[in-house]
């Protein structure tokens, strides 16, 4: 939408490498405010889909 974000928070967990294959991120929008917008994301791999991290972010929009 062209908006400027600034980072709040972001918590990653590595669960796993990403090995012999690339990787893949998927990202949501959880809840979003007038000024805050809380984001989900995983990482996983593109030819297993095994989970190998997951992220929580905060911005302020």
Do not use: H, P
């Amino acid at each position: 939408e062209g908006r400027s974000m600034v980072t709040i928070s972001m918590d990653v967990q590595y669960l796993s490498a990403v090995k012999d294959e690339d990787a893949v991120c998927e990202g949501w929008i959880e809840k979003r405010g007038r000024s805050i917008c809380f984001c989900r994301a995983e990482v996983r791999g593109a030819e297993s889909g095994r989970l190998c991290a997951t992220a929580n972010l905060v911005y302020k929009v």
